[in-house]
């Protein structure tokens, strides 16, 4: 399925150099000569479909969603696949195929039966599923991800259909590096893994916490391009200590309290290890583990296996690009970051990732890390973390502080410190108070507001909340979309602070360059490139981020920058191109786009 991955546009004004049939496709080959490494770099770009070879026939053919066509199916293809008779006698072109889908998906006005209606869809037929999603990215992201997933994920044992990705099971000990052999592909890019013990800000959701993976890995293949094929959503059933599910009949999981301690690494290491026996070069994303694995598995892998924690490295990247827009609306340079001062409720995992990144920031525009740190108060459930806390976390510890008494609560911190930034990464919903954001906004022109805790309710104010407790000065963006409010007769346009802006750049940029690593330092230069994507315009309007439309040129940009960096720190499989317009093209080349190809059968 390599071949479908590397759709691109033609390049007919451009002289070709030679062409290949790769898996049934015929692809432009461009070649550069590279002495250094004593080899020719080259780029592929489709140029006529020709043939895909099916590994099946008939039912089992269309009822497999990479292959099926659904009525697309041309009459030639019948007869040579032993369809001819299995599907409705029309032969419908994919446009309008698109459109029966939007005339009922419009039809549709419940947010839960629109995520069931697309995802029925992705079971049957994935290029059309993808087709309409990257064509209609900016109002579907939010159906197929967060804020309904996190509904969808809380009737998942209710609403079961049809089993898509991989369960290990507390059951599975010693039989991993076997199951793994199950799934039918030899080749994959990204692996998206969650044990299900934080899902979003809903908590322990389990097994049923499965949404999470098969929901990102849509976005990677429509906003960063990895083909649906070499994708593999992926579920660890530790157990579970919701007592809800503990007791539901519906629950699909096992029904035993969570392992803790020493079990749990084990089996996650076992899981590791049968992964990356199976897939030596996948990426894996860790996704939603609860703060009290999430550090020590991102610490424990980071430097052995292809691997990232999103809701740490991309939460923390994403966050920074926004400030830095931010800053950008104030008329303020990058250097300015130094300047602030920035109070964080939630000191949880993804918190930790925030403020890491945004030291690393502040001490590239100059300031050590322990000056950096003196700029960053952490809130937690208890209060702010001061010197004197008992039972500290390893890392807290460089962020407590001497000059306010540890446990004051949020509006005392916002009253003493009067922040310039206030970040919300919580978890629990409606905590950026009316007294509160009041209070910051008297000391400062422009406060610089960031709920972004999910879903909705999940979110530490709405949009309109804070638009309006602020006499619209603030610069707003969220983890959850909000629509645009209006004041008199001005309109305020809140921006969401979503990861997609990071990790399918990341992934892509990774798989493209067959990164060994995934650094801190790729997460950085990601923040910055997105950053100089939210155009002046934008800016003037107050958006810190550029639209979710534009999200395929924004994940080629970071692709190219993660590349660079993994050139530069010589974790690249490949050797490096001479400029950037044929990075550019490398990148664009193994970019996925949907469409059907003819099919044989052999």
Known sequence: MRSSRVCGRALSRKRVCSSVVKNGSCYQVREYSDKSHGVLYKTHQIFEKRPLIAPKTGPSLIHDPIYNKGTGFPYAERDRLKIRGLVPPRCV?????????????????????????????????????YKILMENIEEMAPVIY???VGEACQKFGSQFRRARGMY???ADRGEMSAMVWNWPSSELDVIVVTDGSRILGLGDLGCHGMGIPIGKLSLYVAGGGIHPARTLPITLDMGTNNEQLLSDPFYLGRTHRRLTGEQYFNLVDEFMNAVYLRW?????????F??????????????KYLCFNDDIQGTGSVTLAGLLCALRAQGKSSKELTKQKIVVLGAGSAGLGVVNSIVKGMVTEGLTREQACKNIYLVDKDGVIGTTRKGMQPGHLEFAKENIKDG????EVVTQVKPTILLGLSGVGRTFTQEVI???????DRPIIFPLSNPTSKAECTAREAFEWTNGKCIFASGSPFDPVQLGDKIFYPTQGNNMYIFPGVGLGAVVCKASRITDSMFYEAARRLAKMVTDDEVKQGRCYPSVTEI????KAIAMEVCRVAFDERLAGIPAPKNDKQLAELVESCMYVPEYVPLIHK
């Not at 009041?438 to 400062?444: E, L």
């Open 168 to 170: 290990f099971s507390t």
């Open 408 to 411: 004051s609560s949020l509006l």
């Open 552 to 555: 395929r040129e924004v994940s």
């Open 146 to 148: 967060t804020p309904v």
């Open 280 to 288: 030596p070069n996948v990426l894996v994303q860790f996704e939603d």
């Open 93 to 129: 072109p994919m446009e309008e195929q698109v459109s029966r889908v939007l005339r009922r998906y419009n039809q549709i006005t419940d947010p839960l039966r629109r995520y069931d209606y697309l995802h029925n869809l992705q079971d049957r037929n994935e290029t059309l599923f």
């Open 290 to 303: 609860d703060n009290s694995t999430a550090m020590a598995l991102l610490q424990k892998y980071k430097d």
């Open 438 to 444: 009041q209070t910051m906004s008297a000391n400062v």
